[in-house]
């Protein structure tokens, strides 16, 4: 689909912690510190509603990219009194000067009408004569000339295979899985692997496909209230088909309080008794077994359910992209590699051990509450609630938030696959503009990152081609 992702995802609008873009510029790329990035994120943004702080100087009001909160305050207003008094602070915007403690989500959503790539910013532009879009149509491979690159391979709807020729330079957005794939099959990549895929090498660039980093999350359920009056907000939701239909809250935590980056990110959904949104989560969203979902349902049977989906933010394990083979229409391989670095699964079990610490607030020992004993049954055997319990739930029931990043990773010259200009090492009129270029994963949900990272390529290619002085 036009847009990529950012037209099935969930639309939740994070910009992320200030430290994740002062980590990419101290490791190398300048201009992408938090203080010049922000320029980019004001500009692509339009803030829709007076909930956010329109004051905010941080925030945009001319962009593109719609965004607004959705008015839940019915549904949690007495869930953030129940983490304040839990000790983390109430934010009214988490995009704003602050991002550490729980506010209300922001979705890139405007009038109604999802805000993907394609809606917001093709759309608009659609009729300029300068842009022509070949739909269905898969790149195979970028064509070089002395290092330099000259075309791109597509094969169109009819299967017929054509070159589309660059006046200027390409630009390639495939995403964090099929970038590295598509720069693997023009022949830049690790050498011994396009040896091994007897791909000839145009430029032996060591790190892509690797440094593939994604978000995990898992699901943590405490049980509430048993009072059927909260049966009535399930009306609610079917009504409004047209509405983001989970009222939400997120969470961003450190642990260590004079940090000031979370750790963990919640996103909590509180759901009423009886609802049809436990199982929706449970079955499809989170794709877990139906022994599992079952029990979710039959809880959520009989009280209101309080759902966490916790996500690890800064994960240390690195995983990696492959070819399978040199054939374009192949998929590569994904090694995701989760807790390969086995700190990642005792960070995990920390957090959860600190988000857990909620059902000790006033109003969950008023209801009685307990966390929803998932029955994994690999973990039967272990105390429930235990630091082994919760590694071997972790380990059990994680799965992806779909924040592939960093498998094109800028960087200096001897790591990066492209420079801080996301220009492609070595070679000459290739970029990469996507999730791929990310060094490290950011503190929050991805798609308004990536959009900010196009809105800056486009400014340093009008640059770099002289159309413009300045960024
Ligand atoms: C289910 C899901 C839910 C998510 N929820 C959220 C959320 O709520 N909030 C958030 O911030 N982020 C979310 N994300 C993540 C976010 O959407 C992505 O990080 C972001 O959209 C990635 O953008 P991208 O341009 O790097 O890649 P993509 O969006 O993957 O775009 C790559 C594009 O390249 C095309 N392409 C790939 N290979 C080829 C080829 N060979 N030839 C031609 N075209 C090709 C693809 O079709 C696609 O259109 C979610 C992602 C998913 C999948």
Known sequence: ?????????????????????????????????????????????????????????????????????????????????????NGRKILKDHNGDEQLGYAPPQFSIADGIRQSTAAAYLKPIKNRPNIYILKNTIARKINF????????????????????????????????????????????GPKNHLEEMNIDIVQESTNVGQNLQDHVLVPVAITGNNNFTSILQNAETLINLNKFPIPTMLGFVSLNKSQNYPDYQTTVCPIPIASILSITLCSQMLDLDDSICIDVANANKRTELLLALITLLHPKSRGVIKLRSKDPEENPSIFTKYFSNEEDLEDFA?????????????????????????????????????????????LNLAGTQYHAVGTCAMGPEEEGVVDERLRVRGVKGLRVVDASIMPTVVSGNTNAPVIMIAEKASDLIKLDHGIVNST
Request: aromatic share 14%; hydrophobic share 35%.
């Open 1 to 85: 689909m036009l847009g990529g992702s950012s037209i099935s995802n969930y639309m939740f609008y994070v910009r992320g912690n200030p430290a994740d873009y002062d980590d990419w510029a101290a490791r190398g790329n300048t201009g992408w510190n938090w203080d010049n990035i922000t320029y980019y994120y004001k500009k692509m943004e339009r803030l829709e509603d007076d909930i956010i702080q329109k004051n905010s100087a941080a925030r945009g009001r001319l962009g593109y990219l719609g965004v607004e909160t959705i008015p839940w305050e019915h549904r949690t207003g007495s869930y953030f009194e129940i983490f304040e008094e």
């Open 145 to 188: 000339h002395d290092k330099k690159a000259k075309s791109v391979e597509v094969s169109l709807p009819d299967d017929s295979i054509i070159n589309v020729l660059a006046n200027k330079e390409i630009i390639l957005s495939a995403g964090a899985i099929n970038s590295p794939k598509i720069l693997m099959l023009s022949g830049i």
């Open 350 to 394: 920390t957090y959860i051990e600190d988000y857990v610490t909620v059902i000790n607030t006033t109003y969950f020992k008023s209801v009685n509450s307990k966390i929803l004993d998932l029955n994994v049954k690999q973990c039967k055997d272990l105390q429930f609630g235990s630091r082994l319990f919760w590694k071997c739930y972790v």
